[in-house]
């Protein structure tokens, strides 16, 4: 299995069906490898465990994690499967988080907030430069600044993922704005 295709089947998997091959998560996510590559292969698919812990040290986004003896393997957050209930700890936010959308989502957002969809949370970044990735993942991208500071201060609960995603339960209408003035 080509290391793009792998990760985009891991990241299913762990995110969102371990069922699809048999797979049990325990609540903070975590998988063990053998059982993944096994569930994989029943399936048809050509994983292996080096492919896995590939998935894990490659790329810049660090979906993934290894535990210490090399032998599980949970994504860091974007769950929507409920076998996950990962437990963060709180955290002060920065004063200003961002969130990349593509442009045609903005009506909701401006009626609805931010809300997690199918996922546990909505998914935040401390830089720019990374909501508009995410943005163009969806579209044409467009940034949403999130005034995480009053939200935080109102208390809203904010966590940061070990990858550095900041994760929080939604975003209120009144708490977004972005560089133009407007929301």
Request: aromatic share 2%; charged share 20%.
């Given at each position: 299995m080509n290391p793009e295709d792998a990760s985009k089947f891991i990241a299913y998997v762990?995110?969102?069906?371990?069922?699809?091959?048999?797979?049990?998560?325990?609540a903070e996510g975590w998988a063990d490898i053998d059982a993944l590559v096994a569930g994989a292969v029943a399936s048809g698919r050509g994983?292996?465990?080096?492919?896995?812990?590939?998935?894990?040290?490659?790329?810049?986004?660090k979906r993934y994690e290894l535990s210490g003896d090399g032998q599980r393997i949970r994504a860091l957050?974007?769950?929507?499967?409920?076998?996950?209930q990962?437990?963060?700890?709180?955290?002060?936010?920065?004063?200003?988080l961002f969130h990349g959308t593509a442009t045609r989502f903005l009506e909701a957002i401006r009626s609805q907030?931010?809300?997690?969809g199918t996922r546990q949370h909505v998914h935040l970044s401390a830089d720019?430069?990374?909501?508009?990735?995410?943005?163009?993942?969806?579209?044409k991208a467009h940034v949403l600044w999130v005034d995480a500071g009053r939200m935080h201060a109102m208390g809203h609960a904010?966590?940061?993922?070990?990858?550095g995603v900041w994760l929080t339960q939604a975003v209120p209408p009144e708490f977004l704005s972005e560089p133009g003035g407007a929301a």
């Open positions: 762990l995110r969102h069906a371990p069922e699809s091959i048999g797979l049990a998560l325990d994983l292996t465990r080096p492919d896995v812990v590939h998935a894990t040290v490659s790329g810049a986004k957050q974007g769950h929507s499967t409920p076998q996950v990962r437990s963060f700890e709180p955290v002060v936010p920065p004063v200003r907030g931010l809300l997690p720019e430069a990374t909501a508009v990735q995410v943005g163009q993942r969806h579209g904010f966590h940061r993922a070990e990858n």
